[in-house]
T-cell receptor, first 111, second 114 residues
Framework: DAKTTQPPSMDCAEGRAANLPCNHS???????VYWYRQIHSQGPQYIIH???NNETNEMASLIITEDRKSSTLILPHATLRDTAVYYC????????????FGQGTELSVKP | DAGVTQSPTHLIKTRGQQVTLRCSPK?????VSWYQQALGQGPQFIFQ???????QRGNFPDRFSGHQFPNYSSELNVNALLLGDSALYLC?????????????FGSGTRLTVV
C-alpha cells in the first residue's frame, strides 16, 4: 500500500503557482520523498526528490516540513502543459525497482 | 537519444489467450521494470529484471512472467488472460536497480481483453 495521502484533484490558474500537498506521516528516517507526474496517454515522468532539505530544479520545488511528515510540490508558474496526475512516493533510496504509486492528485491548469 | 520504446501500442486479445509485450530500454540503461496501470489507478509494480534475472516481484500471479535479453530489452508475458488483465502496461528502465529518480518510463501498451 502507498504510504502517502494526496488530494484527488486540484485546479490552478495558468501562470499562477501550483502547490500540491502530500502527507506521509509514517515516513522513516532513511526514506526519500519522490514526485512523478503522468500526463494523459504517457508514462510517468520523474520531477524531483528530497530527504529533508528543500530542493529545487528546473521543473519544480519541493518543500519538506521539519518533522518530514508532509511535503509540498510547487510548480512556480503553471502552464496548460502541466495538467497531469501528480504522484508523491516515499521509499528508501537504492532500494531496487519498486515504486509504490498511490492515487495521485489530478491537477487541472485552466486558462 | 531514444527513450523507452514499447510495442505494440495497442492490443486486443480474447480471454484465455496469451500475450507478449516488448520493451527496449533507454540507451545506457540495463534494468527494466514492468508496471500494470488499471483505468483510474496508479501504476502497480509487476517485476524488475537486471542481468537477465528477475530481481524483484510485486503481488502478481505466476501467469505474469518475463524475460530480459543480453541487449537489455525485455518481454512481459501474460498467460490465460482474464478480463481483469485489461490495463496499460508500462515499462521503465534505469541504470542498475537504482535510485527512485533514475526511472524512464515508456508510453505503455494498452491491452484490452474481451
Amino acid at each position: 500500500d502507498a504510504k502517502t495521502t494526496q488530494p484527488p484533484s486540484m485546479d490552478c490558474a495558468e501562470g499562477r503557482a501550483a502547490n500540491l500537498p502530500c502527507n506521509h506521516s509514517t515516513i522513516s528516517g532513511n526514506e526519500y520523498v519522490y514526485w512523478y507526474r503522468q500526463i494523459h496517454s504517457q508514462g510517468p515522468q520523474y520531477i524531483i526528490h528530497g530527504l529533508k532539505n528543500n530542493e529545487t530544479n528546473e521543473m519544480a520545488s519541493l518543500i519538506i516540513t521539519e518533522d518530514r511528515k508532509s511535503s509540498t510540490l510547487i510548480l512556480p508558474h503553471a502552464t496548460l502543459r502541466d495538467t497531469a496526475v501528480y504522484y508523491c512516493i516515499v521509499r528508501v533510496n537504492n532500494q531496487g525497482g519498486k515504486l509504490i504509486f498511490g492515487q495521485g492528485t489530478e491537477l487541472s491548469v485552466k486558462p | 537519444d531514444a527513450g523507452v520504446t514499447q510495442s505494440p501500442t495497442h492490443l486486443i486479445k480474447t480471454r484465455g489467450q496469451q500475450v507478449t509485450l516488448r520493451c527496449s530500454p533507454k540507451s545506457g540503461h540495463d534494468t527494466v521494470s514492468w508496471y500494470q496501470q488499471a483505468l483510474g489507478q496508479g501504476p502497480q509494480f509487476i517485476f524488475q529484471y537486471y542481468e537477465e534475472e528477475e530481481r524483484q516481484r510485486g503481488n502478481f500471479p505466476d501467469r505474469f512472467s518475463g524475460h530480459q535479453f543480453p541487449n537489455y530489452s525485455s518481454e512481459l508475458n501474460v498467460n490465460a488472460l482474464l478480463l481483469g488483465d485489461s490495463a496499460l502496461y508500462l515499462c521503465a528502465s534505469s541504470l542498475e536497480p537504482g535510485a527512485g529518480y533514475g526511472y524512464t518510463f515508456g508510453s505503455g501498451t494498452r491491452l484490452t481483453v474481451v
